[in-house]
């Protein structure tokens, strides 16, 4: 079984320069996450996807940030402009369903350095 | 709101000797307790979680947690380390207040020394 697809792997930008990343899910996980993991923290949900829809963005600065999973397989996540402290991982998960007993399944991540 | 406290952001052990790693946890309400796993350039992969029922997980590579309602601990433990076993652990915890949002510790990086 295929695992969570992400790319690209790493990227280098400037800040005020925009960035996008892309996910592809494990095939049949109705539900998709975007993480963002700083050095030395642990990951933090950004946005959670069932389906097409958003179950949470709460934490997804909304003047910069934006994502869309249109067809409810795969995903992709911008920045826009992108600043300093914006400098991450950026991680992809899916799972069958919603709920604390759904195991997430991670992809590699995206290392995001923005100079 | 749910938190996790990792204590250590780095433990280093022999191989051979026991690993524990510490976690404990705040939630208003039974949680659901994770620790996962993070090797270099990888995704996280889970390790072994609590939902309800034995408090005592057993999970994969030899890794097992006790849940302390008590002490509000889910610490992570393996009897003898392998080399292979270095990487970065992160505790998590989930429950019906936070919609199950899963909010992780900020990790502990295992170093096994030969």
């Known amino acids: 079984e295929a695992g969570v697809a992400q790319s690209p792997r790493y990227k280098i930008i400037e800040k005020r320069q925009s960035v996008a990343f892309w996910c592809n899910p494990i095939?049949?996980?109705?539900?998709l996450y975007w993480y963002q993991q700083i050095l030395g923290q642990g990951p933090k949900l950004l946005i959670q996807?069932?389906?097409?829809?958003?179950?949470?963005d709460s934490q997804l600065p909304k003047d910069r940030f934006s994502a869309e999973r249109l067809k409810g397989v795969d995903s992709t996540l911008k920045i826009q402009p992108a600043k300093l402290e914006d400098s991450a991982v950026y991680l992809c998960?899916?799972?069958?369903?919603?709920?604390?007993?759904?195991?997430?399944?991670f992809g590699p991540g995206t290392r995001l350095t923005v100079l | 709101a749910q938190s996790v406290t990792q204590l250590g952001s780095h433990v280093s052990v022999s191989e051979g000797a026991l690993v524990l790693l510490r976690c404990n946890y705040s939630?208003?309400?039974?949680?659901?307790l994770f620790w996962y796993v993070q090797y270099p350039n990888q995704g996280l992969q889970l390790l072994l979680k609590?939902?309800?029922?034995?408090?005592l997980v057993k999970g994969i590579n030899g890794f097992e947690a006790e849940f302390k309602k008590s002490e509000t601990s889910f610490h992570l433990t393996k009897p003898s380390a392998h080399m292979s076993d270095a990487a970065e652990y992160f505790c998590?915890?989930?429950?019906?207040?936070?919609?199950?949002?899963?909010?992780f510790g900020a990790g502990t990086r295992l170093f096994v020394k030969a």
């Open positions: 998960a899916s799972s069958l369903g919603t709920g604390g007993l759904n195991e997430q399944f």
């Open positions: 095939s049949g996980h109705a539900t």
């Open positions: 996807f069932q389906n097409n829809g958003v179950v949470d």
């Open positions: 939630s208003s309400v039974p949680p659901y």
């Open positions: 609590y939902t309800t029922g034995a408090t």
């Open positions: 998590a915890v989930s429950d019906a207040t936070g919609g199950f949002k899963t909010i």
